[in-house]
């Protein structure tokens, strides 16, 4: 199966500095990359996500950047606000199957 | 359009006493997932559904779990009996398809506490 690291496990930013999150898997072979944001109480919501026939996505404040000869993806969240707070999650996917990291708690401080 | 709809959202029982999820997908979904996501980590999944047929369940713990959807739409998971070690938020997801790049829409969940 799949193994996804993600780091950090918690972060903490000025609001309108930028935070970035990393992740790196295990099987060359994982060709889908989404990430979820996850707020208290509530299920994972994806906010982007990147194909592994593409380097980088853009939507908004919110970016996705992927390297496949390193086997590493990274969110990039700019200008970052206080509803940014929550936690996120990054996943690959392997034999039909999404293998999530353990998250990150952002914390946007006003 | 609605998303997926989880019930009960909390549930607390005793320990040795059943429990049953419900989880409706969203509308055209084929491919329904119930995954387990203990506090401060990431979903693990435990089931897969491609419309009535679970095509992965090789994480489910079969001696006390089950689960079922019968017309390939809803779908229900079942701990008989809970233990402890149960106490977790249980989630359901639904995609289009099954293939490795179908988005897959999360659930509210149902967070589970056996005492």
């Known amino acids: 199966g799949e193994n996804v690291e993600q780091h950090p496990s918690t972060l903490s930013v000025q609001e309108g500095d930028s935070a970035v999150i990393k992740c790196t898997y295990s099987?060359?072979?994982?060709?889908?990359f989404p990430w979820y944001k996850q707020e208290l109480g509530k299920g994972p919501q994806l906010i982007i996500d990147?194909?592994?026939?593409?380097g980088e996505k853009k939507d908004q404040r919110i970016a996705v950047t992927l390297n496949k000869t390193a086997k590493h993806f990274s969110l990039h969240i700019t200008e970052t606000q206080p509803e940014d707070s929550a936690v996120y999650f990054c996943a690959a996917t392997y034999g039909n199957q999404f293998y999530f990291g353990t998250g990150t708690s952002l914390t946007v401080i006003p | 359009e609605a998303g997926v709809v989880q019930s009960p959202r909390y549930k607390i029982i005793e320990k040795k006493q059943p429990v049953a999820f419900w989880c409706n997908p969203i509308?055209?979904?084929?491919?329904l997932y119930w995954y387990l996501q203990n506090l401060g980590q990431g979903p693990e999944l435990l089931i897969r559904?491609?419309?009535?047929?679970?095509?992965?369940d090789s994480q489910l713990p079969k001696d006390r779990f089950s689960a079922e959807r019968l017309k390939g739409v809803d779908s229900t998971l079942k701990i008989q009996p809970a233990e402890l070690g149960d106490s977790a938020v249980y989630l359901c997801a639904s995609s289009l398809g099954a293939g490795d790049t179908d988005t897959q829409y999360f659930g509210p969940g149902t967070r589970l506490t056996v005492l």
């Open positions: 990147i194909r592994s026939n593409v």
């Open positions: 559904y491609e419309n009535e047929e679970a095509v992965d």
């Open positions: 509308s055209g979904h084929n491919t």
């Open positions: 099987d060359s072979a994982s060709n889908y």
